[in-house]
């Protein structure tokens, strides 16, 4: 049966279904119905650092760095340039929090 939050993964070769529970920390693409135009990311693609600004001068309080299937693979806290130097080519979601909410944006890494 399923549950929000709970992944179900095959362990080979004794076919034992191990559950795992995430709880709360999975990552949606709409959040607190911040506008994603007022944030923005740049350059973008990169190939080693990204700036976040914001259009209305909201602060930015935390990066989350997610690959896309969801692991948390970078966090930085109280900044707007972020080193991408160590991640591996490819698309990335950055969950952003601010002030006055936070928004999810796509981050290509060359």
Do not use: C, R
């Not at 991408?84 to 990335?92: A, K, M």
């Amino acid at each position: 049966m399923y549950s929000p939050g709970v992944l179900a993964d095959y362990q080979a070769p004794n076919t034992t279904l191990v559950w795992k529970d995430f709880g709360s920390h999975l990552l949606s693409i709409e959040d607190n119905k911040l506008k994603s135009e007022s944030i923005a990311i740049s350059p973008n693609p990169t190939k080693n650092y990204v700036t976040i600004s914001s259009t209305s001068n909201l602060q930015i309080n935390k990066v989350e760095i997610y690959n896309l299937i969801g692991a948390l693979v970078l966090e930085q806290i109280n900044t707007n340039t972020i080193d991408l130097t160590n991640l591996n080519q490819g698309v990335y979601l950055a969950k952003i929090y601010s002030n006055a909410g936070t928004v999810t944006k796509k981050l290509a890494k060359q």
